[in-house]
Structures are given as C-alpha cells and as structure tokens.
C-alpha cells in the first residue's frame, strides 16, 4: 500500500468516525449497523505453487544437474498481506451477521543457473596446433503473482457482551475470485572459440568462434473460482462510544482447481560462427504464439511447472494445478457503529 493510498483511506474513517460520533451523541445509542476497516499478515499454504519449488529444490540437490554446478535462490508462498473491510448488522448484543470483502496477495521470485565449465582442450593434427575454450551459461527465473479477492459472509457470536470490551467467535463462507499470473523466462549462452596456430608456440593463424545466446519466455494468465470456509475468534475493546477496535485471529481453508487461462511463449535466438579468415555467419530466429488451456502441473526438460498447458506439446506428466490458500492469518483494524 503507497503512502498516498493510506492518508486517502486513514481521512475517510476519520470522516466515518466523527459523523458516527455526532450521530451517538443525538441519539445516545449505537445503531445496528457498522463498518470495518481491517488488515493484517497470514499464511497460505500454497498447494502446486510450494510443491513446484519444492520439487525444483529436490532436482537441483540430485544427479541430474550436478555437473552443471547449480545454485538456486527461490523462497516458497508463506506470508501474505491481508486487507479487510465488512457491514455489519447486529441483531443483539450477542449476534451480528456481516458481509465484506479481502484482498490477498502474494508474488514471489526466484533465480536458478546453471554453468558449464569453463573449459579447454588442446590438440594437433599434421598441420597445425589448437587451443580450444569453451563455457556455457543457462538460467531459469520464475516469478509468479497470485491475487485473491473473496466475497465472504460471516456470522458473529459475542462471548462477553459488555463494554469496554467485547471476546467473540466468527464463522463464515467466502468466494474466491483468484488470479494467477506466472512468467518464466530461460537464457542460455554458450561460446566456444579455437585458435589455430602453425605449430605449438608458432604464429596465431587463423580463430574459430562460435557464440550463441537464446532465450524464452513463457507468460500465463490464468484465473478461477471457488468456495472457501474460515473460522476465528477475537476482541473488540471500545475507543469511544462510535469506534472500536478490533483484533482477531482467523484459520481459512480454500482450494482453488480448475483454472483457465492462456499461455504465450516468446523466442529469440541468436548465433555467430566461423573461422575468422573466412568471415563469421549470423543467424538469427524470433517467434512467438500463445494459447488457451488449464492451468496444471506438469514437467518441462526435468523441471516442474504450474502453468498453462499446451495440449501440442504432449507431455505425457500433467494434471490439473491445485493452489490452496488454506491458512492462519492475524488482523488489526476499526469497527464504526452508525
């Protein structure tokens, strides 16, 4: 949230508060209806988002990529930030009912590479002596932004129903309109060069060189919908006769399946080769489409993907993505009563 965006929305319940005020001191008692501004951070448990680093953990520790020496650097779904806001009509001291809206959002990124060699070679034949060199370079940098917006409604039970304050329990059902954006991007550089010389220690007479750089981009747009449950329990202690605040702890279990979406792929590659004396070629390729599909989990040249899956392809190791946003989350926030 940007600065502007907080004094916008910190002078609107100041407006709410003071005309909420005026209205109890006419009237002398608090009206039914009320109006909450919450946020907070929680958890989320993931689904084939964690499982898809997990998995890319697991692969760059075995024997696969050894050789390559790899690093990675890509931290799961864990925290999220958690914005809040509810009508609420009491139906006594003891009852309230609700309806509102969140905001759940997470993005992440993460960095993956792979190196081969650098390296060199040396050998002659009855002509000449050579001295190779040679390295290639790969990297895979995920990212992926996940957005969350429920519609929820909630029933609420006061435990203690006195003044200053109030313990209560909620539960309550949600929809979930999700989001899912993933870009997933692949470089590789390779170089390899060969000098020529007329013997070994003799005159530099000719250089072979072949440099290459390609790289792909998959971006995929995928969105669902679906029905979640929560449960919580918290506290309102009174700030002034109109103004409470609030502070509550909340567990929520949604499964979001059956995504759909559409995937694009972007590719641009470009090579240099050839003796030096001869002139080196160039060759250079781009190209891009995109598609419609699911959103599964599915594997590509040994790594593990959540994204759109292109049916051309003909992976044979897919199925349909499940991400969960099931988890614990903790908010602070004001309730004005009109």
């Excluded at 790969?138 to 129903?161: D, H, Q, R, W």
């Excluded at 003044?163 to 929809?175: E, N, T």
């Excluded at 051309?312 to 349909?320: A, I, K, Q, S």
């Amino acid at each position: 949230m940007n600065n502007v965006s907080m004094v916008f929305r910190a002078a609107a319940l100041l407006l709410l508060a003071h005309a909420a005020m005026a209205n109890a001191a006419v009237t002398g008692k608090r009206s039914p209806l009320g109006f909450s501004l919450s946020g907070g951070l929680g958890t989320i448990h993931g689904g084939d988002l964690n499982r898809m680093i997990a998995d890319w953990h697991a692969v760059i520790a075995g024997p696969d990529y050894e050789a390559l020496s790899p690093t990675i650097e890509w931290a799961d779904f864990q925290g999220v930030s958690t914005l809040g806001a509810e009508v609420f009509y009491h139906l006594s001291t003891r009852f309230a009912v609700s309806l509102g809206f969140e905001v759940l959002k997470k993005h992440i990124q993460g960095e993956i590479t792979f190196t081969g060699g650098p390296g060199t070679d040396e050998w002659n034949d009855n002509y000449y002596f050579y001295h190779v060199e040679y390295r290639d370079e790969s990297a895979f940098k995920p990212e992926n932004s996940l957005s969350a917006i429920p519609v929820i409604l909630n029933a609420y039970c006061f435990v203690t129903g006195g003044r200053p304050l109030r313990a209560f329990v909620k539960a309550g059902v949600g929809y979930y309109f999700a989001s899912l954006k993933s870009t997933y991007q692949e470089t590789t550089t390779y170089h390899y060069r060969t000098d020529r010389y007329d013997w070994p220690g003799g005159a530099l007479s000719d250089v072979y060189r072949d440099e290459s750089t390609t790289a792909t981009t998959f971006v995929d747009r995928a969105k669902c919908g679906a029905l979640g449950f929560h449960a919580g329990a918290g506290f309102e202690f009174d700030v002034t006769s109109s103004m409470t605040l609030l502070i509550e702890g909340m567990h929520r279990t949604a499964d979001l399946g059956r995504w759909k979406g559409t995937g694009s792929v972007a590719h641009r590659s470009y090579r240099s080769y050839g003796w030096q004396s001869e002139g080196y070629q160039q060759d250079e390729e781009a190209w891009t489409y995109s598609y419609p599909g699911d959103l599964c989990y599915l594997l590509i040249d040994k790594g593990p993907r959540v994204m759109i899956n292109n049916d051309e392809w003909g992976l044979g190791d897919v199925r349909p993505a499940l991400i969960k946003l099931g988890g614990f989350s903790f908010r602070v926030g004001f309730k004005i009563r009109f």
